[in-house]
């Protein structure tokens, strides 16, 4: 399975971005896939998740502000976010696997398939 993340940017505080990543090999009905940021001096952070059956899940830091969504025909999985704050500047990566249990989708060792991030940069 390969992912490819795409739609960071620049933006100033108060904007949007979405950010895309396309997945190909497998079966990508199957996989959860998620997005995480990795920030400076920091540790890499779940941001957000969508199962298989279109449930999601986010971190309480985007929720409400932030959507992902999945496309099964085109192998797409998005990245909405609005309302961007200086924190959430980071390089966001989206993640796939078929076998993540519920209890650790918020995991990044849970995931074993990989994009390469896309970087967002907030200004105040």
């Known amino acids: 399975v390969q992912l490819q993340a795409s739609g960071g940017g620049s933006v100033q505080a108060g904007g949007s971005l979405r950010l895309s990543c396309a997945v190909s090999?497998?079966?990508?009905?199957?996989?959860?896939l998620a997005w995480f940021r990795h920030a400076p001096e920091k540790e890499r952070e779940f941001v957000a998740g969508?199962?298989?059956?279109?449930?999601?899940y986010y971190a309480d830091s985007v929720k409400g502000r932030s959507t992902i969504s999945r496309d099964n025909v085109r192998n797409m999985v998005y990245l909405q976010m609005n309302n961007l704050k200086p924190e959430d500047t980071a390089v966001y990566s989206c993640?796939?696997?078929?076998?993540?249990?519920?209890?650790?989708?918020?995991?990044?060792?849970?995931?074993?398939?990989w994009g390469q991030g896309t970087l967002v940069t907030v200004s105040s």
């Open positions: 993640a796939a696997s078929t076998s993540v249990i519920l209890s650790a989708m918020r995991q990044s060792a849970a995931y074993g398939n």
């Open positions: 969508i199962r298989s059956t279109g449930s999601t």
């Open positions: 090999g497998g079966t990508f009905s199957r996989n959860t």
